[in-house]
């Protein structure tokens, strides 16, 4: 099969690497203005254990409208300019799949071990992540509810923590440095692999004329002719599923990353969670150090005020015993792909096997706060439904009705 891949990211690199290595074409289609910040700029936390996620409830909406100093903001102008997304995410009983969104990372753990062997570098991975909390008793309830080992405080500040009296340690859980593990899988698929990259400014997606059932990107007015088109441009995948008369309800929820240069020092042992923030903090090796935050949806706006950096930058300094030996060296955004359950759509673009186009475009995006943990298992998920597909040239398959289903948000009236 031909494949393009427009997006590539974390998933759509995974994506890639297995396609080629089972033999197929692959094209990379980048857009150049994105840039690819988000598979860069997160904190690099493979947590399958972890991934029960706060909803957007009622209460962190009314938060916006009161000011309420949280790491989660919702602006009023995203509230108004979706109102669909933010009734399917108020929904009672619309979740309930998160056991399988854990089953799903610790496969993708055991495809991550495989990755690393295969390339022969493992990027600044360290063993075991730490969940923090200013109490106690949180640590107990956290501990009850997602297993692992409780910690007291003197261990935690053994650590180089302060400001925290019970944690819970996952040993299975992993710390990757994002910008090292992004750069050895671009390595593998592109600069040392067989897919051929195309940048441009403005990517659209059509059909190749006289009923060929081919899919035709183009890509600054270039033609790219292909067999499948894989959509995988994670928080702007809905501005490109839309030309296909879908819409996925991705929005974007930015968050911060802060990366300090620690001169060499070890400042803190273990990687953690600091659950009461939602701040995720990692040093990486000798030298780097990386803070992330926020989940904001406000579109994709990069300017963070300097209340919202010293909110974050606070969190640092007030818990980290020796912050002062770090410097600040970076900084930067990303966008996570959410959806109003925060499960990901894996599968056929809905309506697309029927319409005027062909039966050939899919979409794999959504994993919201777990793109990195959960990226090489929605890849490997995404592969087998393609090679059932070119098998069985049958494309009603397993993704419709499942969790993952690409259809879950469509009006039922407009299903096809
Ligand atoms: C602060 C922060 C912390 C995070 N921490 C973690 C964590 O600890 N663990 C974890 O598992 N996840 C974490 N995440 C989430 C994770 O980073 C994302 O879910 C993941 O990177 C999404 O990957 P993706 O490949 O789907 O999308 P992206 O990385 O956004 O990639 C999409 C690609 O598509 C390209 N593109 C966009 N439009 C077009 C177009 N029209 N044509 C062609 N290409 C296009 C973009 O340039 C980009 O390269 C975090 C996210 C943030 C922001």
């Given at each position: 099969m031909n494949v393009a891949i427009i997006g590539g990211g974390i998933t759509g690199l995974f994506c890639a690497h297995y396609l080629m290595r089972e033999g197929h074409e692959v094209s990379v289609i980048e857009r150049r203005s994105t840039g690819s910040v988000t598979s860069i700029y997160n904190a690099g936390l493979l947590t399958p254990s972890l991934a029960p996620t706060p909803k957007i409830g009622l209460g962190r909406i009314l938060s916006t409208y009161l000011g309420r100093d949280d790491p989660v903001h919702i602006s009023p102008r995203q509230i108004l300019g979706n109102p669909r997304f933010f009734r399917t995410a108020l929904k009672k009983g619309l979740t309930g799949y998160e056991d399988k969104i854990v089953r799903m990372g610790h496969e993708s753990l055991e495809l991550y071990k495989e990755f690393f062997r295969e390339v022969g570098s493992r990027p600044d991975l360290i063993e075991g992540v730490a969940a923090v909390y200013a109490e106690e008793r949180d640590a107990k309830m956290a501990q009850a509810s997602l297993g692992g080992e409780l910690l007291d405080e003197a261990s935690i500040s053994r650590m180089g923590f302060r400001g925290f009296r019970g944690g819970v340690m996952f040993e299975e859980e992993w710390s990757v440095n994002p910008a090292k593990l992004y750069k050895s899988l671009w390595d593998a698929v592109v600069t040392h692999g067989s897919a051929h990259l195309l940048v441009g400014d403005d990517i659209r997606l059509a059909a190749e004329k006289g009923g060929s059932q081919r899919a035709l990107v183009y890509v600054d007015g270039k033609e790219i002719h292909c067999d499948i088109v894989l959509v995988?441009?994670?928080?702007w995948t809905r501005e490109l599923c839309r030309s296909l008369g879908f819409d996925p309800q991705i929005l974007p929820a930015r968050g911060l990353a802060i990366v300090f240069d620690t001169g060499g020092e070890e400042i803190v042992t273990t990687p953690a969670l600091l659950e009461d923030y939602g701040v995720g903090l990692a040093q990486h090796n000798k030298t780097t150090l990386r803070i992330t935050g926020f989940f904001e949806m406000v579109g994709f706006r990069t300017d963070f005020s300097e209340a919202r950096r010293k909110w974050l930058l606070d969190k640092f300094y007030r818990h980290v015993v020796k912050s002062d030996k770090a410097k600040i060296v970076e900084e930067g955004v990303g966008f996570r792909p959410c959806t109003p359950d925060q499960m990901p759509l894996i599968g056929l673009v809905p309506g697309y096997k029927n319409a005027y186009i062909a039966k050939n475009a899919y979409i794999a995006s959504g994993n919201c706060r777990l793109g990195v943990t959960l990226a090489p298992a929605t890849a490997r998920l995404l592969v087998s439904m393609l090679n059932r597909t070119e098998q069985s040239?049958?494309?009603?398959?397993?993704?419709?009705?499942?969790?993952?289903?690409?259809?879950?948000?469509?009006f039922r009236s407009r299903r096809r």
């Open positions: 995988t441009a994670g928080s040239q049958d494309h009603e398959h397993s993704s419709q009705s499942s969790w993952y289903d690409p259809n879950r948000f469509v």
